[in-house]
């Protein structure tokens, strides 16, 4: 009789970072046990220094804070500029991954060499009117690629829909590359993700979700987030037709 080896263990449709960013920063601690207890892969922590974005946010004392907390690796998220001074304090704060926005660096190459020489993954940020050529020259340096689905600088954004063919492109421009033996990179997709587009957004690609608002504000009746969490996995595993009132339409290039 034929044995079968054992059936390798289902990866999950999608990894969930949510973004602390909608969490109650009065009770941050609490809240970042809560997500790691209701399934959350991520923790997604947005720095933000009212110069490349127009709002103010958190730094790596924070993160140090935070870090004793949960075991999930923190998902930092720079919207900084520049950068560069930045990753050594944040690596020492406890982050696992480090993405930043090339525009807000000087020398990109060198800011990926830097996190990664931080023992971190580094990641690039590309925001709703940058184009995926950024990935060009940086394949072998990336460990994720962060598409943002909203300009950067706030929650509670509407998920912008052109983002699932960019996630397409960007999708078929990873495949290529580990297909040639290069190392497997992540696809992030930031802003706007909800139970009612996560499907889509999935099939298109995404491999991260971060989800600030869609978490944030929709805590269990007896407190935390096993409910919305467990739906956003389910809602990502059945893949579903964009919402019609928000249909994307092909308007620009990706490249
Ligand atoms: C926006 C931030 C996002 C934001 C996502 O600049 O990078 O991480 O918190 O929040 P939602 O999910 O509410 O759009
Ligand atoms: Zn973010």
Request: aromatic share 6%.
């Amino acid at each position: 009789m034929m044995i079968r080896p054992p059936k390798p263990h289902p990866s999950p449709a999608v990894r969930l970072a949510p973004s602390i960013l909608s969490a109650d920063f009065a009770r941050l601690g609490e809240e970042v046990r809560a997500i790691e207890a209701a399934g959350a892969d991520f923790v997604h922590f947005d720095v933000m220094d009212n110069h490349y974005v127009p709002n103010l946010t958190i730094g790596p004392q924070v993160c140090e804070a935070l870090r004793p907390h949960v075991q999930i690796p923190i998902d930092m998220h720079l919207m900084v500029e520049p950068v560069d001074a930045l990753v050594p304090l944040f690596a020492k704060a406890g982050a696992d991954c480090i993405t930043f926005h090339p525009e807000a660096s000087r020398h990109v190459d060198r800011t990926l060499q830097l996190i990664r020489a931080h023992g971190c993954k580094a990641g690039i940020a590309l925001n709703p009117a940058t184009p995926l050529a950024w990935m060009d020259h940086l394949m072998d340096k990336l460990d994720l690629v962060l598409l943002m689905s909203v300009n950067p600088g706030f929650g509670g954004q509407t998920f912008m829909a052109h983002t699932l063919h960019k996630l397409r492109e960007a999708r078929r421009r990873i495949e290529a590359h580990t297909a040639t033996g290069g190392q497997p990179i992540w696809l992030e997709v930031d802003g706007g993700v909800k139970l009612d587009n996560i499907g889509a957004i999935v099939q298109a690609g995404a491999d991260i979700c971060v989800a600030g608002s869609a978490i944030f504000s929709a805590a269990d009746a007896a407190g935390g987030y096993h409910g919305v969490i467990r739906a956003l996995q389910q809602a990502a595993a059945s893949p579903t037709d964009f919402p019609s009132s928000n249909a994307p339409r092909r308007t620009t290039p990706c490249h």
